[in-house]
């Protein structure tokens, strides 16, 4: 099975720089997922990671590190329309394309 | 808007109903799944098709639920004998096989059983 713990809340100044970390267990890796979920909506596509490393994009970047189970979301020069959940899930190559999800990171950006 | 949509967008209903939900995914996308949320809570995977085949149903989904995609394009989720405890928003989302498997998520379902 997956087991995927992320912290339930956190807050952060706009213009500022928020790190959302993402620890997992799972039988079998094949890439991690970040997605971006405003309330009410669908979850949409921000990263993946697959190997190890930074992904960059924009303002967003994704690290993993696949021996130690462990990946972050790095939002940088936040705005306040970067509130909304964070959710990351792994992929297992045991089950060809589905993906187990945390319960995501509700993130808070305040003036 | 990711180009994959469902019908309808809300419900309500009453418990004991019948309801059906659809979904209908990016065109060229082989890969269809179904996925359960509730407040506060990831999605929780249901069920998934390639093409028109279900490869794989949760071991949680009761068999009051049933999916079908049978064409390899749009899919239904019909859900038998509603009980409140199905409140819930459900998410189509639909993948290129070939494609990094990145899933392009629905605008959801939000049910509400009375």
């Known amino acids: 099975g997956q087991n995927i713990d992320q912290p339930t809340e956190m807050t952060a100044t706009e213009g500022a720089i928020v790190q959302i970390n993402c620890t997992y267990q799972t039988s079998g890796f094949n890439g991690l997922f970040w997605y971006q979920q405003h309330a009410g909506e669908a979850p949409t596509f921000l990263s993946y990671n697959v190997l190890d490393g930074l992904e960059e994009k924009g303002r967003f970047s994704s690290f993993l590190s696949r021996s130690k189970g462990y990946s972050y979301l790095l939002l940088k020069e936040l705005q306040m329309k970067d509130s909304a959940s964070y959710l990351c899930a792994v992929r297992s190559n045991t089950n060809a394309g589905k993906s187990t999800f945390g319960d995501g990171t509700t993130l808070t950006v305040k003036p | 808007d990711t180009g994959v949509s469902q019908d309808p967008r809300h419900k309500i209903t009453k418990r004991g109903q019948n309801v059906t939900f659809r979904c209908d995914p990016i065109s060229e996308h082989n890969r269809l799944y179904w996925y359960r949320q509730t407040l506060g809570q990831g999605p929780e995977f249901l069920t998934y098709?390639?093409?028109?085949?279900?490869?794989?149903k949760s071991r949680l989904l009761s068999d009051r639920f049933s999916a079908e995609r049978p064409k390899g394009s749009f899919s239904t989720l019909e859900i038998q004998r509603t009980e409140q405890g199905d409140s819930a928003m459900y998410l189509c989302?639909?993948?290129?096989?070939?494609?990094?498997?990145?899933?392009?998520f629905g605008p959801g379902t939000r049910l509400l059983v009375l």
């Open positions: 989302a639909s993948s290129l096989s070939a494609g990094g498997e990145t899933q392009y």
């Open positions: 098709f390639q093409n028109e085949a279900q490869l794989e």
